[in-house]
């Protein structure tokens, strides 16, 4: 049987498709894993003390400033206020010696950010881990949840070089899809999701992926999940929202949902199921991202009580929303999507050949797209954004996840772009940051009955840090690895202003120009290999 690189892309190792069951491929399909770290980056340190920052820590509280940032190793010990913004430093104030000190006045630091949706990479699209992974610590993406980020083996591999700091990579939480990693074949009885869970949780693994279980088995894997202490969190395929929506999953346990899948059929006002077109036929995507987007005028009205039942009821369940806006944005601008700034020297000519209208890529459903379209997906935002902003307004948790690497979503700049995304919802700039940090943390330790050491500047907390610049309060654009462009008014002339300075992980800096110049020089040798003339 053929395999095509949609399914090959998909999950990496292996995938769960409408129905398909998982597929193994051979080792030289795998992603080529990451180079010893080496040199780059300094640290950890005895002492290292970051002094003079505007401090956003991660909870949605203002900014301080100025402060020093103490950490000892890779834990903060202290963040202490040495003074008022406007007036010289009061250096009785400040905390002693350091072995190293990084001087950030007029920085602004917050937590590392984390992706809570992530896959790495595939061959041929982006090949080669160290890609991917300057791309996200170049946009202070300290930790990621693969979901799963690629085959057992490789990943758990990589998850543990990651946490010996012995690569330029973000920490990394493992995902899978039941049945992955074992040797006792697919999952398809409610025995075998609890058989499943059971060994998962002894050999490491942090979480369980779900798409497309019947009821029963989804049930008892998270039944199972839960007891043991895993995390768990649900793209529910189209083939699975007519027997569990949204709101099934989460009163069967699902912890997060990400997506939209199951969103809306919670919501459905005189339908059980999509009203699907004659000619439907999911394996083909233009139907599938096409016709997806026509829900939006299926659901209860806004505000109506049926909207506010549901917020309620995932408010007493504590459950997660993990919308990944970014990934789906193309379905509404397919030309700037397209065209975005960073594609000439950040994106690989391979993922670049992925991204274009192909039948067997997954996500590379522009065959004839068309303003019809367009319009529909933006409706579909317009309700999306506002069940998610009202959700967060209610009290309910948000993250902030990319699922990039398809759909013309780059690794890194997706997740600063989901961030707008967030902000163009309704929600304020710190509630964003919110998202990404505290919230993410909050949803990858809690589920292993765990207390986060993420997601905050607190001391105790690992020492995981994005530093930038430019207030991003202000301007989120501020975020991207290329910044964005601002006139100065003093010489006439339009300059690129922000990008992140530093990522710290663990205690370790690393310079973030420079990571993002590694990846540029990744892309400028591709080209060369190509044949590909330089601009």
């Known amino acids: 049987m053929k395999v095509s690189k949609f399914v090959l892309a998909l999950i990496g190792m292996f995938v769960l498709c409408a129905g398909i069951p998982e597929l193994s491929f051979a080792q030289d399909q795998e992603v080529t894993p990451a180079p010893d770290r080496g040199e780059q980056g300094e640290g950890p340190f005895e002492r290292l003390i970051i002094r003079g920052a505007t401090v956003m820590d991660g909870t949605g509280a203002p900014p301080v400033s100025p402060a020093d940032i103490v950490v000892e190793g890779n ?62 610590m170049a946009h202070g993406i300290t930790t990621v949840r693969g979901v799963p980020c690629a085959g057992f083996d490789w990943t758990m591999s990589e998850r543990e070089r990651s946490a010996n700091n012995e690569i330029v990579a973000p920490r990394m939480f493992a995902f899978f899809t039941a049945g992955t990693g074992w040797d006792e074949g697919p999952v398809h009885t409610p025995e075998q999701a609890r058989a499943w869970a059971r060994w998962a949780k002894q050999a490491g693994v942090d979480g369980v992926k779900i798409f497309d279980h019947p009821p029963d088995v989804m049930a008892a894997l998270l039944d199972e999940a839960n007891k043991q202490h895993l995390g768990s969190m649900a793209h529910l395929a189209q083939a699975t929202v007519a027997g569990v929506n949204a709101i099934d999953a989460a009163r069967l346990g699902l912890r997060v949902l990400t997506h939209f899948y ?112 367009e319009v529909a997906w933006k409706m579909f935002y317009r309700r999306w954004q506002e069940f998610v902003d009202d959700y967060k307004d209610a009290g309910g948790r948000v993250t902030v996840g990319s699922d990039a690497g398809f759909i013309y979503s780059t690794f890194g700049f997706a997740n ?120």
């Open 75 to 136: 834990r903060i010990v202290e963040i202490r206020v040495v003074g008022a913004p406007g007036v010289p430093i009061d250096n009785d104030r400040r905390p002693g010696d350091a072995t190293r000190e990084l001087d950030a006045t007029g920085m602004y630091v917050m937590p590392g950010f984390i992706d809570t949706h992530v896959h790495c990479g595939g061959v041929p699209k982006a090949p080669d881990a160290e890609y991917f992974y300057k791309l996200w």
């Open 262 to 373: 199951g969103l809306f059929e919670s919501l459905y006002e005189d339908s059980d199921v999509q009203p699907w077109p004659a000619e439907m036929v999911y394996n083909d995507e233009y139907h599938r991202f096409g016709q997806v987007a026509r829900q939006w005028n299926l659901i209860h009205e806004p505000g109506g009580e049926e909207w506010n039942a549901l917020i309620d009821e995932f408010l007493e369940l504590d459950f997660i929303l993990d919308p990944t806006f970014s990934i789906y944005v193309a379905g509404r601008d397919v030309m700037r999507a397209r065209t975005a700034e960073w594609h000439e020297d950040y994106t690989l000519p391979s993922l670049w050949d992925y991204y274009q209208p192909s039948r067997e890529n997954h996500g590379s459903y522009f065959y004839d797209w068309t303003t019809w379209d």
């Open 416 to 535: 600063i772009m989901e961030m707008e995304l967030l902000q163009e919802a309704g929600f304020h700039p710190l509630e964003v940051i919110r998202a990404a940090t505290l919230h993410a943390g909050e949803s990858l330790y809690e589920p292993l009955g765990l207390r986060p050491e993420i997601g905050v500047i607190r001391p105790g907390y690992l020492a995981d840090f994005a530093i930038v610049g430019e207030n991003p309060i202000q301007n989120l654009k501020v975020l991207y690895g290329i910044g964005t462009p601002r006139l100065n008014d003093e010489t006439g002339e339009v300059e690129r202003v922000g990008g992140m300075l530093y990522t710290i992980k663990d205690g370790i800096i690393y310079d973030a120009k420079e990571l993002l110049a590694d990846v540029a020089r990744m892309v400028v040798e591709q080209k060369r290999e190509r044949g590909i003339s330089q601009q």
